[in-house]
């Protein structure tokens, strides 16, 4: 009968040299100073709306036109830290520009580069018209051209809610 000739089986010891060579390439390049470098000059982002000191203010900020909250970033490691950030409004409008577009969420990249020191950066807010009480959330991640050892940490309070008392704003609660 005429067929196909039959092949034979590679040897297993074939089948190991292979298999352990590949894993050398692989193990060569996680250990590689070009990957040891890359998670030495990691950039660590903190990101808050709080300092446990001095912010979040107990009364809402006002700049004599716009409500704003200040939220907290600090990068501790040695690279660039590329995130997203979003903040998000109940029975309140937000934006991260000061005469809007508000909507009840908002989203902004950020480069924050490698400092020891806290810096600030404002968002707006909009209470929605006859709201007594409104809350706004903080989330960040990274972003997709991010370096992948990139540390990114939120930090209580991520959450405030603000109470009116006669026409102010107070801090009601944080998470």
């Known amino acids: 009968m005429l067929g196909k000739k039959k092949e034979k089986p ?64 600090k990068n501790r490691g040695n690279g660039d830290g590329k995130i997203t950030v979003t903040i998000i409004g109940e029975n309140t409008d937000v934006s991260f520009i000061k005469n809007g577009p508000y909507q009840d969420f908002t ?29 706004i959330r903080l989330t960040a991640e990274k972003k997709s051209d991010a370096s992948y050892f990139q540390e990114l940490n939120l930090f209580i309070p991520t959450e405030l809610t603000y109470e009116k008392s006669a026409s102010k704003y107070f801090i009601k609660d944080m998470r």
Do not use: C, W
Not at 32 to 46: E, F, G, K, Q
Not at 111 to 134: G, L, N
């Open 10 to 73: 590679l040897d297993i010891k074939i089948k190991v040299a292979i298999i352990g060579a590949i894993g050398l390439v692989v193990a060569y390049a996680v250990s590689s100073p070009l990957t040891n470098t890359a998670y030495i000059d990691r950039p660590i982002v903190d990101i808050s709306l709080g300092t446990g000191e001095t912010l979040p203010l107990e009364e809402l900020q006002y700049d004599g036109t716009n409500y704003y909250v200040e939220m907290v970033m």
């Open 107 to 135: 989203q902004l990249n950020f480069v924050v580069f490698p400092d020891p020191e806290s810096r600030t950066s404002k968002f707006y807010v909009k209470p929605h018209q006859e709201a007594e009480k409104f809350t």
